[in-house]
């Protein structure tokens, strides 16, 4: 709430309406699940929308010798090979 962000009734009772004529059954449809799916679909695009437009990216350089890429992978474990061997002869 400290950002401002908030949606306004008629944008949510204009996506309700737009997904209701799409709605084969509209009777099997609970109004109160449907009006607060798209209340929490606006707010999610409107937040994203603003995180967007107020943050920055800022590309590090790797650093030189350091190998990160090596030390984030582990390794495959040995003998898992023959547990599938086992189980693909029964």
Do not use: C, Y
Request: hydrophobic share 35%; aromatic share 2%; glycine share 8%.
């Amino acid at each position: 709430k400290a950002e401002q962000i908030e949606l306004e009734a008629g944008e949510i009772e204009a996506k309700v309406k737009e997904l209701s004529r799409g709605f084969s059954d509209s009777s099997r449809i609970d109004p109160a699940r449907l009006r607060q799916a798209v209340q929490e679909d606006l707010m999610r695009d409107k937040l994203l929308g603003w995180l967007e437009s107020h943050s920055t990216v800022t590309e590090k350089a790797p650093e030189q010798g350091n190998d990160a890429t090596a030390d984030a992978k582990p390794k495959a474990k040995k003998g898992g090979g023959k547990k599938a061997a086992a189980s693909a002869d029964a």
